[in-house]
């Protein structure tokens, strides 16, 4: 068995699917619905444009998402459907990713949506007020603990459990420069500021919420071709209603990938393709059982590959 998850915020470069959009007609054609439904030439910033500009989070997120469903669109002419995979999942904004990838949303939709998410974050709070941290070295009960006592009457939240030894933080600068020293005295090997325009996975996120929640509620949200496995229950879900409600609860909720990924291990998956931009997902599977198989795959050498071992066990 095997799981297809999709990549979050800080996978982003430039050139980023390029190669699939000139290999294959299916994939320029994601690009092109991209920049169709946010009225912008994204794919232009996407393959030449300032690596700044990608960065910023209303621009990241729809990017990300198109690249991996321009890989998925690949795949798809490879003869590799989504019901090749039995759970999807993504890591933060790449559940959006991974809910288009399995039908349960357009591409349309996905882009306008991650447009809308990625403002209504950077929005909510100003720039400066927030931040997060990496606390390496330390599991998400003792990260736990340390933004609990580093809150102070402010927010400090563990905002992603990634693997077992990397948890971010996130919530009111103050707090979070304070949760690197305690995780610092707490055995940390290391503790640092992250560099995000916004405290994500957090409370100072409601603002942000309730835009999602609007601007959910107006789309057409469909029973996914394979189940999703939601960043804020790590546990299998296919009702449509759920899973809208789910992702409002995601913006301010925190990313359980590891019990994502342990949970899928459970239900019998043997192997993670991480599907898009980079290949931070397949390390986090690593390292968090390393009996599991990963491939990431970016571009078109990757599709071929990943086309011929599933070819090959047919």
């Not at 690009?31 to 946010?38: H, T, Y």
């Not at 459990?161 to 055995?187: F, H, L, T, W």
């Amino acid at each position: 068995m095997r799981a297809f998850v999709f990549p979050g915020q800080g996978a982003q470069t430039i050139g980023m699917g390029r190669d699939l959009a000139q290999s294959y007609p299916a994939a320029r054609a994601v690009f092109d619905e991209v920049d169709s439904a946010l009225g912008e030439k994204l794919s232009a910033l996407i393959w030449e444009g300032d690596q700044d500009r990608l960065t910023l989070t209303e621009n990241a997120q729809p990017a990300l998402m198109a690249t991996s469903l321009a890989v998925m669109a690949a795949l798809n002419a490879e003869g590799v459907e989504v019901t090749a995979a039995s759970f999807v999942a993504g890591h933060s904004l790449g559940e959006y990713s991974a809910l288009a990838a399995a039908g349960a949303l357009s591409v349309a939709d996905t882009a306008r949506l991650l447009r809308t998410r990625g403002l209504a974050m950077q929005k909510a709070v100003p720039v400066g007020e927030g931040a997060m941290a990496a606390l390496l070295g330390l599991d998400f009960e003792t990260a736990s603990a340390v933004a609990a006592e580093a809150a102070e009457h402010e927010v400090c939240q563990a905002a992603n459990d990634n693997d077992p030894g990397q948890v971010v933080v996130s919530g009111n600068r103050g707090a979070v420069e304070r949760a690197i020293e305690i995780a610092k005295g707490r055995g940390a090997k290391r503790a640092v500021l992250l560099p995000v325009s916004a405290p994500f996975h957090c409370r100072l996120m409601e603002p942000a919420a309730v835009a999602m929640e609007e601007a959910l509620a107006g789309v057409d949200l469909r029973t996914p071709k394979v189940p999703l496995v939601p960043n804020v229950t790590a546990s299998a879900l296919s009702d449509p209603g759920e899973i809208r409600r789910l992702l409002v609860r995601q913006v301010t909720g925190s990313v359980r990938w590891r019990e994502t990924v342990l949970f899928m291990a459970g239900q019998g998956v043997t192997e993670i393709w991480e599907v898009g931009a980079g290949k931070a997902l397949s390390g986090m599977v690593r390292r968090i059982d390393r009996t599991l198989g990963t491939m990431a795959i970016a571009g078109a050498d990757d599709v071929a590959r990943a086309a011929q071992q599933l070819n090959g066990e047919a």
